[in-house]
């Protein structure tokens, strides 16, 4: 067992006084009840989350995580390890997709490096928090030791008390690591009872060949370590990325301060579903965006009982998913607090 | 067959270079080749119809039409007939939904009052081209005169253009009429194979025994005028609304025009249907914005080989469905426009 005192720490509390009032004024808003559909259940989940009748989200921070894999060696990916480092640049320089997101949406980009196998050098904008120069190929060892798990678990728990101190009402992570769809696969399989085959798929463009290969290198992984994993975070340690172990510990950090999640697709859901397991009131804080094209999606949405809002058949990661849904929650909530009530207006309400 | 001779005027044709070059753009951008899923597709459509390799929607107009609807008498709504009017009185004070989505996104709103039982009398912001106090009863006998076709089919017409004319980038039609679930349900069932008691819904709320009455109610009113009914626009003219007839005109004079329409739920999707197949070259310039809660809205999507963007659960017309998928739609064109290309960026392709 890693040594992390403050996962200890129990979750927030929903605010039910607050869910209460918000519930209410849904049902006197100038619509028929229920008409706003999802947009309804959002404003008022925000609003339990957040401890106000009226939600908000004006401010969003973006945090994405970087890292290398070492399974990468096992020929898991349809690109190049370079491009994790050549991400990290693009991040900086404002190419990449959730550059663009951050900026359209304005919200706050935050890039960390914890660790690639290139050395990117001192760049605008990126933190660099190098754990070393990515995991180790989980396919023959640990994927991380444990000082490395506690300190990329706590990089993520540290990002998330950033955007707390600053007043972020929405907390977003993000993730660029190539070879992460295996991590995640080989967690999502240990944590749960879906198979490999299930969960396995192209990542970011492997041939039918290649995803057969994948889910080979992956099955030999997991019967390899089996039987040391005695935790969810322990199974972090063995199969996940640095990247991934951040994104749990800023999940599990925000559920303990009370800030709002939107999880982002197949890698942050493996990440969520680590939280969940390993600090279950992490579940109250987690708004699911879209349903990713990667197919074991679908699986680990449906063993943490999530209904994402959005199916475009995204599959890029970087939280970029999550990003495209901050209209959606931001447009739930100005109908929430902007409409106005049957009272207000003068209009009849039903027969 | 009604008199609008201006109906016969081809649809414009999508831009097929403007389209390979959109096609071409994303296949550089620094993602793995598909991994924007729809946002990807929705660019390039938005692309060929703009005529230009990087579309864009800043300016985007909402145009809400109202109207009556004689078939209420039969006691096929949850809500009382007033309700239209209170409603146009509530879109002029800011307080519908549909207000609220246009302040935010900050898209022009118009509002149009075609004919309501109760005189609104005038109000800030609502133009009245009222064609009489709602339509007839289609359970007794044809829902508007030829000149109340041709007229609200041409006020919608007058919407686009004057769109089009101020340099809009996307058209929006919405509605709002106590008993037009019934007039779409009619119409679509006239114009399809789907059968009333498939498209027939609970509206805004009723319970199983109204919705029972009002497929019997609409059974009847299409036996009643079948054998009359000898084009889509005669279909619309018996079974109809002034604001179905509008959004009609609107969609096929954006289609003739050539600008994008995002086509909202349930009603607008009937006047698509009856666009179309008035009009087929219509269906280029249409883009489905969400799959409504009203339980009929599939068959009509599914008759017109449709892909909604969301699935919200939604059911309150307005053109809010259309409305909340704008943001979508900006950022697909704001990724396509400003993400950097592999090249740019110095980022590995593929192996």
Redesign the interface.
């Known amino acids: 067992m890693v040594n992390c005192e403050w996962l200890k720490v129990p979750s927030a509390l929903l605010d039910a006084e607050a869910r209460a009032a918000a519930e209410a004024r849904q049902g006197v808003?100038?619509?028929?009840?229920?008409?706003?559909?999802?947009?309804e259940s959002i404003a008022i989940q925000l609003a339990a989350m957040q401890g106000k009748e009226k939600p908000s989200l004006d401010q969003v921070r973006i945090v994405v995580f970087a890292g290398d894999h070492g399974i990468a060696a096992e020929g898991v990916s349809?690109?190049?390890q370079?491009?994790t480092t050549?991400?990290v640049?693009?991040f900086a320089?404002?190419?990449?997709?959730i550059s663009?997101?951050a900026?359209?949406l304005h919200a706050e980009l935050e890039v960390i490096n914890l660790g690639t196998v290139v050395d990117p050098g001192p760049l605008p904008g990126v933190s660099d928090q190098t754990l070393g120069a990515g995991t180790a190929n989980f396919a023959k060892q640990a994927a991380m030791s444990e000082e490395q798990l506690a300190r990329a678990m706590n990089i993520g728990r540290q990002s998330a008390e950033r955007a707390v101190t600053q007043g972020v009402d929405l907390f977003i992570g993000g993730e660029m690591g190539i070879g992460n769809t295996s991590a995640a696969t080989a967690l999502a399989s240990m944590l749960t009872d879906i198979s490999v085959e299930s969960l396995t798929g192209p990542g970011?463009?492997l041939d039918t060949d290649g995803v057969s290969h994948k889910v080979k290198v992956l099955q030999a992984a997991l019967n390899l370590h089996r039987d040391k994993i005695d935790s969810p975070v322990t199974a972090l340690r063995y199969f996940g990325g640095f990247e991934i172990a951040a994104l749990t510990g800023a999940y599990i950090a925000s559920g303990q301060m009370g800030v709002p999640v939107l999880v982002d697709g197949f890698i942050a859901s493996a990440a969520a579903l680590v939280a969940i397991k390993q600090c279950p009131g992490t579940a109250d804080w987690l708004l699911f965006s879209h349903a990713s094209?990667e197919p074991g999606h679908k699986h680990i949405i449906d063993a943490l009982n999530a209904e994402p809002?959005?199916?475009?058949?995204?599959?890029?990661g970087e939280g970029?998913g999550a990003?495209?849904a901050v209209?959606?929650l931001?447009?739930a909530c100005?109908?929430h607090n902007?409409?106005?009530t049957f009272a207000?207006?003068?209009?009849?309400?039903?027969?």
Do not use: I
């Open positions: 808003l100038t619509k028929p009840p229920g008409a706003l559909g999802r947009l349809a690109f190049p370079a491009v050549e991400m640049r693009n320089n404002g190419g990449a997709a663009v997101l900026r359209v970011t463009g094209a809002l959005l199916d475009m058949g995204m599959r890029l970029s990003a495209v209209p959606l931001r447009l100005a109908l902007e409409m106005a207000d207006a003068g209009v009849s309400s039903k027969k």
